[in-house]
T-cell receptor
Framework: KAGVTQTPRYLIKTRGQQVTLSCSPI?????VSWYQQTPGQGLQFLFE???????NKGNFPGRFSGRQFSNSRSEMNVSTLELGDSALYLC????????????FGSGTRLTVV | AQSVAQPEDQVNVAEGNPLTVKCTYS??????LFWYVQYPNRGLQFLLK????DNLVKGSYGFEAEFNKSQTSFHLKKPSALVSDSALYFC?????WGRGGQNFVFGPGTRLSVLP
């Protein structure tokens, strides 16, 4: 059974550019969540999608957006990149239900220069 | 709002000794509690969870955790540590009814170093 796949693994962008990250969940998982991980702030919740609808959103500026497709694959987009956006971006998928655990991808390491 | 505290940034233990990584939580309703482990340059891996039932939960790689409702704690334990257990450990909580959102709230993480 394939795990959660995130592409690309590494990315270097320049300030002001935009970036799109991709996440393919485990087959059958309809919930996809995104987290930003930095040494200073730890794991911060970005948003969750379920059946193509954003179900919950964290406290990030509007430059951070996402979407989910009918096959449950998800993308997140960051526009007008800032140096502080450098982080490991983690995608996690799960079955529906509060008792379900996440399965995480290996993440996309974004560096903004 | 949910929150998780992991009071120790770093835990050092000798190989073969028991280990404990501490976690306390705050949630308005009933908690669903989870432990995850992260190895360098990787995503988080699920270790175990408490949903309901027996307060002692057993998980992967010989880890277990004890849910204590009165102390709002969910400490991770292992009877005999291995060098390969060295990693970053995260405790996470979710409200059972989704109050405060569907998402997990993670603690800041505890770095476990097992010394040979």
């Amino acid at each position: 059974k394939a795990g959660v796949t995130q592409t690309p693994r590494y990315l270097i962008k320049t300030r002001g550019q935009q970036v799109t990250l991709s996440c393919s969940p485990i087959s059958g998982h309809r919930s996809v969540s995104w987290y930003q991980q930095t040494p200073g702030q730890g794991l911060q919740f970005l948003f969750e999608y379920f059946s193509e609808t954003q179900r919950n959103k964290g406290n990030f500026p509007g430059r951070f957006s996402g979407r989910q497709f009918s096959n449950s694959r998800s993308e997140m987009n960051v526009s007008t990149l800032e140096l502080g956006d450098s982080a490991l971006y983690l995608c996690a998928s799960s079955l529906a239900g509060q008792g379900s655990s996440y399965t995480f991808g290996s993440g996309t390491r974004l560096t903004v220069v | 709002a949910q929150s998780v505290a992991q009071p120790e940034d770093q835990v050092n233990v000798a190989e073969g000794n028991p280990l404990t990584v501490k976690c306390t939580y705050s949630v308005s309703g009933n908690p669903y509690l989870f432990w995850y482990v992260q190895y360098p340059n990787r995503g988080l891996q699920f270790l175990l969870k408490y949903i309901t039932g027996d307060n002692l939960v057993k998980g992967s790689y010989g880890f277990e955790a004890e849910f204590n409702k009165s102390q709002t704690s969910f400490h991770l334990k292992k009877p005999s540590a291995l060098v390969s257990d060295s990693a970053l450990y995260f405790c996470a909580v979710r409200d059972a009814w989704g109050r405060g959102g569907q998402n997990f709230v993670f603690g800041p993480g505890t770095r476990l170093s097992v010394l040979p």
